[in-house]
């Protein structure tokens, strides 16, 4: 089978070990045929950038791209939530939270599999640098997404987060 055909019929690993082995462990699929990685520097504090980040719940007041959101619990390990991105629900399952630094989970939507990884890191002079890396797996995934409309959903979310960061820190 050719090189497009086993991407675009491409599964990846079980949600378990999605969650268990990857997301875990800070990984996200590298076998992945669409993955992303996009970073902003934004002119807040770590602190200010995570508790946005941190509070799930009120992220479509910062973006319109998320919407219905419904955290079962509070942000913990191994918790859910789930929320409309971009229209698409997705049901989420947090696997790392490291207070100041990182939150991570796998999400479900439809037939497909993700693993989003947001990172906080304090600069030399005080701002902070968001991160977002992600990999997409499912069949036909391929012919429905692209690593170039992933991006551009990324960066349209850093730059979400960089307004309301820098807006409340103001």
């Known amino acids: 089978m050719n090189t497009m055909m086993q991407q675009v019929w491409y599964r990846g690993p079980?949600?378990?070990t999605l969650h268990e082995a990857y997301a875990k462990n800070g990984q996200i699929d590298e076998q992945a045929?669409?993955?992303?990685?996009?970073?902003?520097?934004?002119?807040?504090?770590?602190?200010?950038?995570?508790?946005?980040?941190?509070?799930v719940s009120a992220w479509p007041t910062i973006t319109s791209a998320i919407r219905d959101v419904q955290l079962e619990s509070t942000v913990t390990v191994d918790a859910y939530f789930?929320?409309?991105?971009?229209?698409?629900?997705?049901?989420?399952?947090?696997?790392?939270v490291t207070p100041q630094r990182e939150l991570t989970w796998?999400?479900?939507?439809l037939w497909f599999n993700a693993i989003d990884r947001l990172r906080v890191e304090p600069t030399p002079n005080g701002d902070t640098c968001l991160s977002i890396a992600e990999s997409f797996t499912g069949v036909l995934a391929?012919?429905?997404?692209?690593r170039t409309r992933l991006q551009a959903q990324?960066?349209?979310?850093?730059r979400a987060f960089k307004?309301?960061?820098e807006h409340s820190s103001a």
């Open 33 to 55: 045929p669409i993955q992303s990685m996009s970073n902003l520097i934004i002119q807040a504090p770590v602190d200010d950038v995570w508790q946005l980040i941190v509070h």
């Open 163 to 165: 307004q309301a960061a």
């Open 106 to 109: 796998t999400g479900r939507s």
């Open 154 to 158: 990324h960066e349209q979310l850093l």
């Open 14 to 16: 079980s949600r378990k």
């Open 142 to 146: 391929v012919p429905l997404m692209s």
């Open 82 to 96: 789930t929320f409309r991105l971009f229209n698409f629900p997705i049901r989420a399952h947090i696997a790392v």
